[in-house]
């Protein structure tokens, strides 16, 4: 079994965006995101590390001429469903709810305590993208499950 890096997480949830310049501004202001490492040219961006907290996302650009480009398909592709999403820990999701709504984001659940603990809600970025955002912390979770 891997254990997590000293500086964040073995796993790095990886998205396209069509506009991934806008993307990164976006996220950044409506996530609180910050832009580690940004790898472009023009409109194309080949590959971003962007930051939160120990978590890292990583994206580029829809057509940047990569393979792995050629093998993800963007959620207004397949009617707006995901097969999957990050959920990203925040210390405060009552404040990082309003941040994200005020910077344009959709609602796809809205913010509530969980049966499991914590509480938060699910929101689609500026491109469709799904996203969890809430306080409950599974590192830290006491849960019995084996």
Same mark, same amino acid.
């Given at each position: 079994? $891997? =254990?997590? $890096?000293? !500086?964040?997480? !073995?796993?790095?949830?990886?998205?396209?965006?069509?506009?991934?310049?806008?993307?990164? =501004?976006?996220?950044?202001?409506?996530?609180?995101?910050?832009?580690?490492?940004?790898?472009?040219?023009?409109?194309?961006?080949?590959?971003?590390?962007?930051?939160?907290?120990?978590?890292?996302?990583?994206?580029?650009? @829809?057509?940047?001429?990569?393979?792995?480009?050629?093998?993800?398909?963007?959620?207004?592709?397949?009617?707006?469903?995901? $097969?999957?999403?990050?959920? @990203?820990?925040?210390?405060?999701?009552?404040?990082?709810? =309003?941040?994200?709504? =005020?910077?344009?984001?959709?609602?796809?659940?809205?913010?509530?305590?969980?049966?499991?603990?914590?509480?938060?809600?699910?929101?689609?970025?500026?491109?469709?993208?799904?996203?969890?955002?809430?306080?409950?912390?599974?590192?830290?979770?006491? !849960?019995?499950?084996?």
């Amino acid at each position: 079994m $891997t =254990a997590p $890096t000293p !500086t964040g997480s !073995t796993i790095i949830p990886c998205l396209r965006y069509r506009d991934a310049r806008a993307a990164i =501004a976006w996220l950044e202001r409506a996530f609180g995101f910050k832009a580690q490492a940004v790898y472009a040219e023009g409109d194309i961006v080949y590959h971003a590390q962007l930051v939160h907290g120990a978590g890292m996302i990583m994206l580029g650009s @829809v057509d940047n001429g990569g393979e792995w480009g050629k093998l993800v398909v963007q959620p207004d592709e397949v009617g707006g469903r995901e $097969t999957q999403s990050a959920c @990203v820990i925040v210390a405060d999701p009552d404040a990082h709810y =309003a941040r994200a709504v =005020a910077a344009g984001a959709e609602l796809a659940i809205d913010i509530a305590d969980q049966d499991y603990g914590g509480r938060g809600y699910a929101c689609r970025d500026l491109e469709g993208h799904l996203w969890w955002f809430g306080s409950y912390d599974p590192w830290q979770a006491e !849960t019995g499950a084996s």
